[in-house]
């Protein structure tokens, strides 16, 4: 097992860390604490709150699907379609199904009480949701000329942003 000096100093010198040392004391997480509120930079921050959010225990809350603060299984469905879509690999399709989905609370996801139990993110299933989402727009954007004009590209674009 990695000890926590050995850790920081390798974190220091941008030395990924491989094994997370479990850590039940309070310094640890004292440390991890003042290392997030004095970081120079996105990245210092978010090894800080992805350490704090493991040793605090938060990953098992984002791996646990169920909540009654939204619709666990609208999204798994959703996430199904998805993989569905990206194989079918039909532009229409897809333009078709984001028109029909896109919004802003489904499901109750918007709800504010699951972004801020954690430092970083959210449940897993949300935010494989939202790559989902991301990776079929992304394929919008770069689909050829031949699939769907730029025009017509723009067009949903633009009404999707209401």
Same mark, same amino acid.
């Given at each position: ?83 569905? &879509?990206?194989?079918?690999?039909? +532009? /229409? ?5 984001? #028109? $029909?989905? =896109?919004? !802003? ?14 430092? &970083?993110?959210?449940?897993?299933? +949300? /935010? ?5 989402? #991301? $990776?079929? =727009?992304? !394929? ?23």
């Amino acid at each position: 097992m990695v000890s926590l000096g050995t850790s920081i100093v390798s974190w220091l010198q941008g030395s990924p860390r491989t094994e997370i040392v479990p850590a039940n004391n309070k310094a640890d997480i004292s440390y991890w604490y003042k290392v997030l509120n004095s970081a120079n930079s996105y990245d210092e921050w978010k090894t800080a709150a992805e350490r704090l959010d493991e040793l605090e225990g938060n990953n098992e809350w984002k791996r646990q699907r169920t909540s009654p603060l939204y619709d666990h299984n609208r999204l798994g469905e959703r996430i199904r379609r998805m993989h569905e &879509l990206e194989v079918d690999d039909k +532009i /229409e399709s897809v333009i078709f199904w984001l #028109r $029909s989905g =896109l919004l !802003r609370n489904l499901g109750g996801i918007g709800n504010r009480r699951l972004y801020d139990h954690c430092h &970083l993110g959210t449940k897993y299933i +949300i /935010e494989q949701h939202a790559d989902g989402i #991301r $990776s079929l =727009l992304t !394929r919008v954007a770069d689909c050829e000329p031949e699939e769907m004009s730029l025009e017509k590209r723009l067009a949903f674009f633009t009404e999707s942003r209401h």
